[in-house]
T-cell receptor, first 115, second 118 residues
Framework: KAGVTQTPRYLIKTRGQQVTLSCSPI?????VSWYQQTPGQGLQFLFE???????NKGNFPGRFSGRQFSNSRSEMNVSTLELGDSALYLC??????????????FGSGTRLTVV | AQTVTQSQPEMSVQEAETVTLSCTYD???????LFWYKQPPSRQMILVIR??????QNATENRFSVNFQKAAKSFSLKISDSQLGDAAMYFC???????????????FGKGTLLTVNP
């Protein structure tokens, strides 16, 4: 069974640009979550989608957005990039709301560097 | 809001010995889930072990076991017979058992960097 796939693995962008990151969950998983990981702030929750609906959003500015498609694949977008957006962005999938105890399966992340 | 605290930024252990990583959390809920994740240099977060709060019995997965003290809100991870491949950053995480938008997330501690010495 294929794991959670995140593309691209690495990305370098310039301040002011926008970026789109992609996440394909494990087949059959309908919930996708996104997390930002930085040395200073640690792991912070960005948003969670289930069946194309955003169910929860973390405390991030509106420049951070996301969506989920009918095949459960998810994208997140960051507009008007700032230096502070440099981070590892992790995607996690889970079967759905009734099987939380199984935990979340993470991808290897996208390392975004803003210069 | 729930918080998760890992008080040991770094730990080291000799190969084949046992090490315990600490985690405490703060919540007013009675239904929740706790997890330990491992993040090696490859960056991928790997689920090590999970615990459901309503279960009294401590979870065990091969060399990994937890000491879950619900009243004390403590959830420590014990690694027995440590191996070089255990070297990684370890994160403790909390997930509410409730339904509803704000509950659909993991709250992580800051992590403990484990070094295994040969």
């Amino acid at each position: 069974k294929a794991g959670v796939t995140q593309t691209p693995r690495y990305l370098i962008k310039t301040r002011g640009q926008q970026v789109t990151l992609s996440c394909s969950p494990i087949s059959g998983h309908r919930s996708v979550s996104w997390y930002q990981q930085t040395p200073g702030q640690g792991l912070q929750f960005l948003f969670e989608y289930f069946s194309e609906t955003q169910r929860n959003k973390g405390n991030f500015p509106g420049r951070f957005s996301g969506r989920q498609f009918s095949n459960s694949r998810s994208e997140m977008n960051v507009s008007t990039l700032e230096l502070g957006d440099s981070a590892l962005y992790l995607c996690a999938s889970s079967p759905g709301p009734d099987r939380t105890s199984y935990g979340y399966t993470f991808g290897s992340g996208t390392r975004l560097t803003v210069v | 809001a729930q918080t998760v605290t890992q008080s040991q930024p770094e730990m080291s252990v000799q190969e084949a010995e046992t090490v315990t990583l600490s985690c405490t959390y703060d919540t007013s809920e009675s239904d929740y889930y706790l997890f330990w994740y491992k993040q090696p240099p490859s960056r991928q977060m790997i689920l090590v072990i999970r615990q459901e709060a309503y279960k009294q019995q401590n979870a065990t997965e091969n060399r990994f076991s937890v000491n879950f003290q619900k009243a004390a809100k403590s959830f420590s991870l014990k690694i027995s017979d440590s191996q070089l491949g255990d070297a990684a950053m370890y994160f403790c995480a909390y997930r509410s058992g409730r339904s509803g938008g704000s509950n659909y997330k993991l709250t992580f501690g800051k992590g403990t960097l484990l070094t295994v010495n040969p």
